[in-house]
């Protein structure tokens, strides 16, 4: 027992040292490429905070714990919506674009709403269910790649603009 839980604290360091690596290398390779944070967080840091939560779930559905692998992605969502928000928003206000509320927001919500659609017929998600998820995510991420070219272009023509104006 003792044992486990000395594991349990050093994982819990090591993962709370390793979101700071994740979060301040994804940022400045976001800065570099001149790719908007928001980005960056719809998209990488999504990614890499969301695979220790696949893997579980992965593991716990080929060990046919199939509730804990779907209570683990809605507890999961929950969890970021709820208690992630909360508790930024005690340490600093965080400002709500309208895009993501026009965007990001509404998918989020569509998603939801498929998920409980394809559960509940036949309450089984099966690999047709797995392939529609896994293709509209591949389609939200080729657009968010072509929303931070624009994005990057926008800026760069920002940039270009200044240059020019400064030169008159």
Do not use: Q
């Given at each position: ?57 992965v593991t716990a559905s080929l ?76 389609v939200y991420l080729c657009l ?25």
């Amino acid at each position: 027992m003792l044992l486990a839980l000395l594991l349990l604290i050093i994982g819990f360091v090591l993962l709370i040292k390793g979101a700071d690596f994740f979060v301040d290398g994804s940022s400045s390779v976001a800065k570099r490429l001149k790719v908007p944070s928001m980005i960056i967080g719809l998209t990488i840091v999504a990614m890499g905070t969301s695979l220790p939560e696949c893997a579980v779930s992965v593991t716990a559905s080929l060990n046919n714990n199939n509730a804990l692998a779907v209570s683990n992605v809605i507890g999961s969502n929950i969890f970021n919506l709820m208690v992630v928000c909360g508790v930024c928003a005690l340490f600093t206000p965080l400002a709500v674009s309208k895009d993501t509320l026009k965007k990001e927001f509404p998918f989020s919500i569509i998603c939801a709403i498929l998920l409980a659609a394809l559960g509940a017929v036949g309450m089984t998600l099966g690999r047709i269910d797995g392939i529609v998820f896994l293709v509209i995510f591949a389609v939200y991420l080729c657009l968010m790649i072509v929303s931070a070219k624009n994005a990057r272009n926008e800026a760069l023509n920002k940039e270009l603009e200044e240059e020019v104006d400064e030169e008159i």
